[in-house]
């Protein structure tokens, strides 16, 4: 019994390293969905891409998870791996839910369940069939999903522009001055073509300006309202985004109603 116990020993220890090294990928990986979402984005769309990250990038957590525990210790690992990738599983499903990011598809928590399973159930099977080959495809594995970030990353844009108005200056009936002034504090929104959601949201600035970032390449509705009652007005506008690094997305200009102002009377 004390020699079973002696043999149990490094294997329990070498399940520990695994789930660690998995614990830190989990987190290297929502780490990584932090950078390609920025902060103007609405609750309602961080939780959309939270949902398409996590069915893209977990699964190959767990199957690199799986594969390293049956490679160290193949005996038994079968057994072990699926454990391994329903506690990574719960892990994420625990730290999206603390970013308050866990995706209202009641599907999405099921789906982390059963890809920890299943995913490092069938990376312990890879490694009885690669042997020696299993560290070498892991790494592929972890240089795959680096290069992949990389082409995320650059394959999102950005939309610069201006909040302007023209300002009237009229005098005893007759206008004797225009100019155009930016128009700060004004809400500026990017929805959805299709069903008018919004998706992103920013204001602009002291100088009129606004500036969206790190927006997945597609066509947008850029919105503004400005106004209210009966002054209300809607102005709407079809763009597309372009990428950043060639170039970005040409600087867009949103043009107010004018505004009428006194400037008192020409002769006292």
Known sequence: MAADAKRGQPAVATVLLVVLAGMAAVVVSLWVHSTLIGEQATHAEALRRMGSFIRWTQPFIYLGAGMLAGYIVPRGATMRAPVVGLFLASFCWLLVRRLNLLPPDPNAVGFMVTAGALFALLGSFLAGILGDRTPGLVGLLAACGILAWVAAYFNLGGLPGQVQHEVIQRAQGMTVAMTTEPVPGVTVSLLDPVNHTE??????????????????????????????????????????????????????????????????????
């Not at 100088?207 to 790190?214: A, C, E, I, L, V």
């Not at 060639?246 to 020409?266: C, F, K, N, Q, S």
């Open 199 to 268: 998706l992103y949201v920013t204001t602009s600035s002291d100088r009129g300006r606004y500036n969206f970032q790190r927006i997945p390449l597609g066509e947008y509705m850029l919105h503004t309202v400005y106004g209210a009652g009966r002054d209300r007005k809607v102005i709407q506008k079809r763009i597309k985004i372009q990428r950043t690094i060639m170039g970005g997305t040409p600087w867009e200009t949103i043009a107010l109603p004018a505004v009428v102002r006194e400037a008192g009377r020409i002769f006292e």
